[in-house]
């Protein structure tokens, strides 16, 4: 039963190192370690808690570097996302551990007694991560999840697991109590099902694709266990012709291309209105030719290559011979390069403009007016992100009122903060992560009503 995992460099595919995966044997025993581990957290003072969650982050800081090149050989992300990428989990650690003290519940006033809310850890959480932001996407779920009082059980994917067990040595040289916070490497299909089958299991996080996030949110449903899902996108960047055409044609290209476009929030449909529309593509188009895509580990590199020969296929299915096409560079030989591409002239419906392609690619749409930017924006199962571009701001308010996406951003495409909400409207996915709210969607809400009335009641 029990296999190996090989981590190969996606710039390379030289063999980086052999992870044993997790059997439902030993997910079990790590459910039981998780489980005596959350009590004694949960029963520590909050300040007790906050100051390890603190020690966590430093440790995350100390080891920045270390986990940033861990990034950049594993996942094949540019040296200077991974650098980000790492920090963002410091600092996810940092601002979970500022909510500790002030997870509080209410009073609500009632007649006869007194009526207060108390917000209670849920116990064990399992948070199932993809291989596109791998230390992200970790400390977005277990960073909340522990300092609601929380045990985390995390699941990266097969690709990239290194940075994550990484991070979870640094938690427990942090002084966090053994078993409280687990990596679990293994196949979404064993290691990742049995956590989601767990009866000792209270919630699952998951973020990957939305085939997946249906399939597990109909598992927990049997047993009606919390789920929150990060899914897919395929998010609109819509450009009106009263846009400062210059800066939103500049902004366009790593809107798109960073992280090789394996990117949940990836712009990939660049609706632009048709007064503007050639304008826009005669700067967009060498700026897409002008994309450095290389070594990752080099700062200079804008792009790396893809995380796998599976994903490469699935890219290159999508770009078919027949289509009108702009074309950036890649390298050639070994690793899983796909050049920066954008793909012209095609109907809103077809594949490459209605999928999620999850690689370097975006489609260009025209419209008419703003009721046809609305009307194309919103034509997607998907609702994660979008982008609008517009010197006008009653129309910027208008269009954020009206396209259907948890995230959006006006004249900027900058759309996660670790301090703001995340999340998908529609198929995109299901509860919110993030934000001042973080904390609360790791706790149950038990109401407790104390009658002031006697014994006698
Ligand atoms: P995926 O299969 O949804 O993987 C996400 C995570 O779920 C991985 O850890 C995976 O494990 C696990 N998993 C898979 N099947 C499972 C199951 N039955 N029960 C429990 N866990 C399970 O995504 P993928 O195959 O890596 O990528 C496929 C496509 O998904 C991409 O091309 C892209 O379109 C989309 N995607 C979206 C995001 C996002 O941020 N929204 C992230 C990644 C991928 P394994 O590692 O063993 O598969
Ligand atoms: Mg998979």
């Not at 789920?227 to 798109?256: C, H, Q, R, Y």
């Not at 209105?273 to 897409?288: G, K, T, V, W």
């Not at 999620?356 to 994660?384: C, K, M, Q, S």
Request: net charge negative; hydrophobic share 45%.
């Amino acid at each position: 039963m029990s296999y190996e995992h090989h981590v190969l460099n996606p710039a390379t595919e030289e063999l980086v190192a052999t992870v044993p995966a997790t059997s439902p044997k030993e997910v079990d025993a790590a459910v039981a370690r998780a489980v005596a581990a959350q009590r004694t957290w949960s029963a520590l003072a909050p300040a007790d808690r906050a100051r390890t969650l603190r020690r966590f982050a430093v440790q995350v800081d100390e080891h920045l570097e270390e986990l940033a090149q861990l990034e950049v050989t594993e996942a094949g992300h540019t040296i200077g996302n991974a650098r980000w990428e790492a920090g963002n989990a410091r600092d996810l650690l940092d601002y979970a551990a500022g909510g500790v003290e002030r997870l509080s519940g209410r009073q609500i006033p009632v007649p006869g007694g007194l009526n207060v809310t108390l917000l209670e850890p849920l116990g064990v959480v399992g948070v199932i991560a993809p291989w596109n932001f791998p230390m992200p996407i970790a400390a977005w779920g277990t960073a909340p999840a522990l300092a609601a009082g929380n045990a985390v059980l995390l699941k990266p994917a097969e690709t990239t697991p290194l940075t994550a067990l990484r991070l979870a040595a640094l938690g427990l040289e942090a002084g966090l109590p053994e078993g409280l916070f687990q990596v679990l490497p293994g196949a979404g299909d064993a290691t990742g099902a049995a956590l989601v089958e767990h009866p000792d299991v209270a919630k699952i996080v998951f973020t990957g694709s939305t085939r997946v996030g249906k399939h597990i949110m109909a598992r927990c449903a049997d047993r009606v266990k919390r789920v929150t899902l990060e899914l897919g996108g395929k998010s609109p960047n819509i450009v009106f012709a009263d846009a400062d055409i210059e800066a939103a044609a500049a902004a366009t290209p790593m809107s798109f291309l960073d992280n090789s476009g394996q990117d949940c929030c990836a712009r990939t449909r660049v609706l632009v209105q048709r007064s503007a529309y050639d304008r826009f593509m005669e700067l967009l188009a060498p700026a897409i030719e002008r994309v450095v895509v290389g070594d990752p580990a080099d700062e200079k590199t804008q792009m790396g290559p893809l995380i796998s020969k599976v994903q490469l296929e699935r890219v290159r299915s999508y770009v078919t011979d027949d289509l009108e096409t702009v074309r950036g560079t890649a390298p050639e030989g070994p690793g899983f390069w796909f050049p920066p591409t954008l793909v012209t002239g095609v109907d809103p419906a077809a594949p490459v403009a209605a999928d999620e392609v999850f690689g370097p690619v975006a489609v260009v749409l025209p419209f008419e007016d703003e009721a046809d930017a609305i009307r194309l924006a919103n034509a997607t199962e998907y609702g994660l992100s979008g982008s609008i571009w517009t010197r006008d701001s009653g129309r910027a308010i208008r269009v954020s009122q009206a396209v259907r996406a948890g995230n959006l951003s006006v004249n900027s495409h900058a759309s996660v903060r670790y301090w703001t909400p995340f999340g998908g409207y529609k198929q995109s996915g299901l509860g919110r992560e993030l934000g001042p709210d973080a904390l609360t969607a790791f706790t149950e809400t038990k109401n407790v009503f104390i009658s002031t009335e006697g014994s006698a009641l």
